[in-house]
């Protein structure tokens, strides 16, 4: 069964430092997304990524954050300037076209101390 | 903004029973998932519902979209311990290019 990476699986950083959590989507998906999930609440969107550009994001993914496919396999996101309330698990996930269930990886446990 | 509504919050029931959770949505809705989340797990697909009254079953699991194309349903029958977890349905938006999930239903189980 292909799989969604994700690396690290978990990354303490100091408040105000600059963090990249990486994935590697399925060889033949062409739609990519990141999701947070703070500790016991829901899924919340961040950004989808498709042809090499974002398509859609929300109003939490703002300027302390950017995504990047800087090669054929590797799809990142990259939080500026942590603060605290950035602590959760982050979540990429890929479709190989839209409209359908994506699959997720296992998340990187982000905590900003 | 766009959202679906999902209730309960937690279930907490006894192995052997039943267990649903349901989700609303004020608008029509073109398409509805289902996720599962294991604890300490990531959001795993389920199935996906597109055609109004659409009823589709994965063993013990009966997944229902509304005639309206506005509530969708999950029904386990017999719950088990490996039932347990989150259950999250989510709506597709803007041309397939993002999912939102609802608030989601802790299943907690006893043996």
């Known amino acids: 069964e292909p799989e969604v990476t994700q690396t690290p699986s978990h990354q303490v950083t100091q408040m105000g430092q600059e963090v990249i959590l990486r994935c590697v989507p399925i060889s033949n998906h062409l739609y990519f997304y990141w999701y947070r999930q703070i500790l016991g609440q829901k899924v919340e969107f961040l950004v989808s990524f498709y042809n090499n550009e974002i398509s859609e994001k929300s109003e939490i993914f703002d300027d302390q954050f950017s995504v990047e496919r800087p090669d054929g396999s590797n799809f990142t996101l990259k939080i500026r300037s942590t603060k605290l309330e950035d602590s959760a698990m982050y979540f990429c996930a890929s479709s190989e076209r839209g409209g359908v269930g994506y699959t997720f990886g296992s998340g990187t446990r982000l905590t900003v101390v | 903004g766009q959202q679906v509504m999902q209730i309960p919050q937690y279930q907490h029931v006894q192995e052997g029973e039943d267990f649903t959770t349901y989700c609303n949505s004020s608008t029509t809705l073109s398409n509805i998932q289902w996720y599962k989340q294991r604890p300490g797990g990531h959001p795993v697909f389920l199935i996906q519902?597109?055609?109004?009254?659409e009823v589709k079953k994965q063993k013990r699991l009966t997944f229902q979209f509304g005639e309206a194309k506005k509530n969708s349903s999950l029904h386990i029958t017999a719950t088990q311990t490996t039932d347990v977890g989150t259950y999250f349905c989510?709506?597709?938006?803007?041309?397939?290019?993002?999912?939102?999930f609802g608030s989601g239903t802790r299943l907690s189980i006893r043996p």
């Open positions: 989510a709506v597709i938006y803007s041309s397939a290019s993002k999912i939102i």
């Open positions: 519902l597109v055609k109004s009254g």
